[in-house]
């Protein structure tokens, strides 16, 4: 897994805040794997907050941990952070297991004792929360020190459930020391997501904002749909409509049915095909793959750093 994470995120300088949010279903858990190297977020469903810590450390560790900030009547309480779990084997049936117990407990703020009282069969105090599920991945190997915050992908059908989402986003993406990545499904219109919108809200200039396209194997083969290429092809240049200055970059994660294929092979098969298509050709090589992500992801953070020491 340390050997994943050089490869994906050595360019990253130390102590940047990356914060995913998009629509339900728009791939963000997907692209957070693929981030942190290979840590299974894929089977769960974010409905919470989930935040990511990569830490340099002399010891190994990977702990889960709850992070209260509000009860069961979502009246503010005193923070505090409880350790859940300790993973000592990367076994992704296991984190997955844990992780979704974790979104259970810290929508259950009353149970004060989360190591020896079980979870109600039924229903939880909470149907949504503010209270985060934290995971920590630190050891000698990490070279950097990285915090990523996964936010609850909107849902149009549940109007009390999409204005908590809508506002838990507005909260994180206001804070001009992150660094936003709002999430674009290829298989839904731009103007019909949420994730355009919100990021030129909350960063105008775009400065600090940069977009993930994902899905687009599953347009790559509509080769014919002139409009729905030219719309994403002029997402992915940063140009049109829609434009966010850093540009959008071209993501192709596994499907469920593909967890044990190599995620990059899978992104260069489905780079090479949207090259052989005419609305493609003229795209930049590097707006495509994690690889070229995640050396953007580096110079937003040293502009960041910068403007924060003037």
């Known amino acids: 897994m340390a050997q994943q994470q050089k490869s994906s995120l050595a360019e990253i300088p130390e102590d940047p805040t990356i914060v995913l949010f998009g629509d339900q279903s728009s791939g963000k858990s997907s692209v957070l794997k693929r ?63 844990k992780l979704c117990e974790a979104q259970r407990y810290i929508k259950n703020p009353s149970i004060s004792d989360v190591q020896n009282t079980r979870l109600p069969p039924d ?11 934290c995971v920590t991945i630190s050891g000698p190997d990490q070279i950097y020190s990285l915090s990523i915050i996964d936010l609850p992908g909107v849902v149009r059908n549940d109007e009390s459930y999409e204005n908590f989402a809508l506002s838990l986003i507005k909260e994180y993406t206001k804070k001009e020391t992150t660094i936003l990545m709002p999430v674009f499904q290829a298989t839904s219109g731009i103007d019909t997501q949420c994730a355009y919108r919100l990021a030129r809200e909350a960063d105008p200039t775009g400065q600090r904002t940069v977009g993930v396209l994902t899905k687009m194997d599953r347009i790559v083969d509509y080769p014919n749909d002139d409009e729905k290429h030219l719309e994403l092809a002029t997402l992915v240049k940063g140009q049109g409509e829609h434009k966010l200055v850093n540009g959008t970059y071209v993501i192709r994660n596994p499907t469920n049915s593909e967890n044990y294929v190599d995620p990059d092979e899978l992104e260069k098969e489905t780079i090479r095909a949207l090259k052989q298509l005419r609305i493609w050709r003229d795209i930049p090589h590097d707006r495509y793959g994690l690889q070229f992500l995640t050396i953007k992801l580096s110079e937003l953070h040293r502009n960041l750093r910068e403007r924060s020491l003037i």
Request: aromatic residues 6%; negative net charge.
């Open 35 to 97: 981030l942190t190297g290979g840590l299974p977020l894929t089977g769960i469903r974010t409905l919470s907050i989930v935040e990511i810590h990569l830490l340099q450390a002399e010891e190994p560790l990977r702990k889960i941990s709850l992070r209260y900030i509000e009860d069961e009547n979502h009246q503010p309480l005193s923070p505090r952070e409880v350790e859940f779990a300790i993973i000592t084997e990367f076994d992704e049936e296991e984190i997955e297991e």
């Open 123 to 133: 229903s939880d105090e909470l149907a949504f929360t503010k209270n985060a599920v």
